[in-house]
């Protein structure tokens, strides 16, 4: 009976032991265990850091080639931007010799007209003297209609063209349409009043082609 015992309580120590033993295995284990985790989780932090600043790199680099690619333009596009500009500086440089030919056309036109009309009032004036010296009971007379119809044709080609004559007896003297060349004393007329005209005046469009020579009334 007492080996029995004995061998039941020998079974038991190591029984104890053994379970001893796996408890400090277990014990040291874990902290092991934990160290390891802890040196995966860290681990990990530090490649999504090292992911996260390599992501940041590299979206700064593709912003700073873009925006150096926004700067700089492409050669074809500044060559069409050239000529663009070439052709607009052409169409402006055109339009102002255009305008500017227009106006030079337009004087000369101008001045031709008017040195032709010169010419022309002589004959008008002569028109103007004949008729007035004919007398009324012969105004009848063929030769005399055909004369006047001639001087009224030419007046209204004057007219047409911008001739116009310049009003002057019974008016005020205007030294920019009258040229006096005699003066009278008369009261009934009053001061500065044109008395007569010798020879008519004209204008062509709105411009002095020739003074109306006048006599002014004092």
Same mark, same amino acid.
């Given at each position: ?9 020998e079974?038991?120590?190591?029984a104890? *032991? %053994? &379970?001893a033993?796996?408890q #400090? !295995? /277990?014990? $040291?284990e874990?902290? *092991? %265990? &934990?160290a390891?985790?802890? #040196? !995966? /989780?860290? $681990?990990e932090?530090? *490649?999504d ?8 790199q590299?979206?700064?680099t *593709?912003k700073?080639?873009?925006?150096k690619k926004k700067?700089?333009?492409d050669p ?10 070439r052709?607009?500086?052409?169409m ?21 007209a ?6 022309i009032?002589?004959?008008?004036d ?6 007035a ?8 007379n063929?030769?005399i209609?055909?004369m006047?119809k ?9 007219t047409?063209?911008g ?9 005020e003297?205007?030294?920019?349409l ?9 009261e009934e007329?009053?001061?500065?009043i ?9 204008t ?5 082609i ?9």
């Amino acid at each position: 009976m007492k080996q029995e015992e004995a061998i039941q309580e020998e079974l038991q120590k190591e029984a104890a *032991e %053994a &379970e001893a033993e796996v408890q #400090a !295995e /277990a014990g $040291q284990e874990q902290p *092991e %265990a &934990e160290a390891a985790e802890e #040196a !995966e /989780a860290a $681990q990990e932090d530090a *490649e999504d850091a090292k992911e996260q600043e390599s992501k940041g790199q590299k979206e700064k680099t *593709e912003k700073s080639f873009l925006g150096k690619k926004k700067k700089k333009k492409d050669p074809k596009d500044e060559k069409i931007e050239e000529l663009e500009d070439r052709v607009k500086r052409q169409m402006a440089e055109f339009d102002n010799f255009r305008k500017r030919t227009e106006k030079e056309k337009s004087h000369m036109y101008e001045v031709g007209a008017r040195d032709i009309i010169e010419k022309i009032l002589p004959v008008v004036d002569n028109f103007e003297r004949g008729l007035a010296a004919v007398p009324e009971e012969e105004r009848t007379n063929p030769v005399i209609e055909g004369m006047d119809k001639i001087y009224k044709q030419l007046m209204t080609v004057l007219t047409d063209l911008g001739v116009a004559p310049i009003e002057a007896a019974g008016k005020e003297f205007d030294p920019n349409l009258h040229n006096a060349v005699m003066h009278i004393e008369d009261e009934e007329l009053g001061e500065n009043i044109v008395a007569e005209e010798f020879q008519k005046g004209y204008t062509y469009k709105e411009t002095v082609i020739r003074h109306s020579m006048v006599k002014v009334a004092n």
